[in-house]
């Protein structure tokens, strides 16, 4: 146990939907052992296995016979679906909650950063709950003190400091919350994804503080992410969580690759894929269609335009801004686009909108695809709506005839460029403005040796 910093065996957690005054003396019973003897669940063991029947629907298992271990200094990660029991792990890593059975070995101080807001005070303000957040880890004043200007400086809200945290955006509150967490020398650093929330130039950097935190520092750290690619280029180890069962446990890769074969290509409820959001806006549906937006399509050919149609529904009047991140199947990310790249904020009135996105040229290759979905104000004060993943587009014909060349299936990349080539007839001359100007090779210059 000497390297391990965090170890579970069989750990169990039970909630049951509904509380005291079933109607049932029995239940009544059950529910309040489960509350009175959950720390040491093994004098009710009994009662669990009775419980643990397919037909009960007032009892849910939002984990089951968890076991792993995590060495100190290391980075592991945790991936599943939405719920998956992967909140549910982390609350009982970090004392939240207690679990129902089962035992957690925890060595060294936690921090944790579940989600937006947590641990801090509304009314008090970002100066205060730093030093409050670093007296409930068990540092002293000096010792947070010291370190109050990288937090503040690396929050980028030094502006706000002394303003209360209920005025923060809640790009802000991130903010702020990842700097506590990750600044105050914790020995095991918690983090649900709520780096989402920010914008990419602070994700960027709070990953490379993650990596900080633990190569030179040796911190251990969990990190649950929807982000393939972070998962495997920030761990060496991941946990495949499902249906509150532990799935898989070893190297990165090999648990994305797993957990990547089971994926459902089927938009079906969105609820699926709602992170948050305000409630003023929603979106409730996204729909392929062709370029003239007249017909609906349930596919699209590589080199096929086609429209993007999101149907919106407005509860407050707004202004609005969108921001579409598109990823293949596999998590790979393509690109972004934003409402406000070519046209001015929108004013949207309360009512049911569509809102087109056209697409043309098209040159996805043949495959799935998937939309991360943004849904602000102008200023990102306010979150409307935020979905990820929500699969949109499947490409299931390469078309040959439209100019592709022949070796087209077998080429690596989610997107075919057709890009113009253009060869100097003599490498030793470097053309001049003059003949750039005119080149199909643009800005392109060469260097001579």
Not at 128 to 154: C, L, P, Q, W
Not at 182 to 190: R, S, T
Not at 293 to 304: A, F
Not at 341 to 358: R, Y
Request: overall charge neutral.
């Amino acid at each position: 146990m000497n390297n391990v910093a965090i170890k579970l065996e069989q750990v169990s957690k039970l909630y049951a939907l509904g509380r005291v005054g079933s109607g049932s003396m029995l239940r009544d019973i059950e529910q309040w052992v489960l509350r009175k003897f959950g720390r040491d669940i093994r004098t009710s063991r009994t009662l669990l296995n009775k419980l643990d029947v397919p037909n009960r629907r007032d009892y849910v298992w939002a984990l089951k016979d968890i076991n792993f271990e995590v060495n100190q200094g290391e980075i592991v990660g945790i991936i599943g679906r939405n719920g998956a029991g992967k909140s549910t792990l982390l609350k009982l890593l970090s004392k939240i909650t207690r679990p129902t059975s089962g035992r957690i070995y925890l060595d060294g101080r936690i921090s944790s950063l579940l989600e937006i807001g947590t641990g801090f005070h509304p009314e008090m303000t970002g100066r205060e709950n730093v030093y409050m957040n670093g007296t409930i880890m068990g540092m002293s004043r000096n010792d947070i003190h010291k370190r109050f200007d990288a937090i503040v400086d690396f929050s980028g809200i030094e502006a706000y400091i002394d303003t209360p945290v209920k005025h923060y955006s809640s790009g802000m509150y991130m903010r702020l919350a990842f700097s506590v967490a990750a600044f105050l020398e914790p020995d095991i650093l918690i983090m649900d994804e709520v780096l989402a929330v920010g914008d990419a130039e602070f994700t960027q950097k709070s990953m490379e503080r993650m990596r900080e935190v633990n190569l030179r520092e040796g911190r251990t750290v969990l990190l649950v992410s929807h982000s393939m690619d972070n998962v495997v280029s920030l761990t060496k180890n991941t946990l495949l969580i499902e249906n509150g069962l532990l799935k898989e446990y070893g190297p990165s890769a090999e648990v994305v690759s797993t957990y990547l074969s089971s994926f459902d290509f089927d938009p079906g409820d969105f609820s699926k894929y709602r992170k948050s959001g305000s409630h003023k806006l929603s979106l409730n549906k996204i729909t392929l269609m062709d370029i003239s937006r007249t017909e609906e399509l349930e596919d699209v050919s590589t080199g096929q335009p086609f429209t993007i149609r999101m149907d919106i529904k407005v509860k407050e009047t707004c202004r609005v801004d969108i921001s579409i991140f598109f990823q293949s199947s596999k998590f790979h990310p393509l690109f972004t686009t934003k409402l406000s790249d070519k046209q001015e904020v929108m004013t949207l009135p309360c009512g049911n909108h569509h809102i087109f996105l056209k697409v043309d040229p098209a040159y996805f290759r043949k495959g799935k695809y998937l939309a991360t979905v943004v849904i602000t104000d102008p200023d990102k004060v306010d979150l409307y709506d935020y979905l990820i993943h929500v699969p949109f587009l499947e490409v299931t014909r390469n078309a040959k005839e439209s100019g592709f060349p022949s070796d087209f299936d077998q080429r690596a990349g989610d997107l075919f460029m057709p890009l113009d080539w253009d060869i100097s007839e003599n490498a030793e001359e470097v053309p001049s403005a003059e003949k750039s100007k005119d080149s199909k090779l643009g800005n392109i210059k060469y260097l001579r040796n």
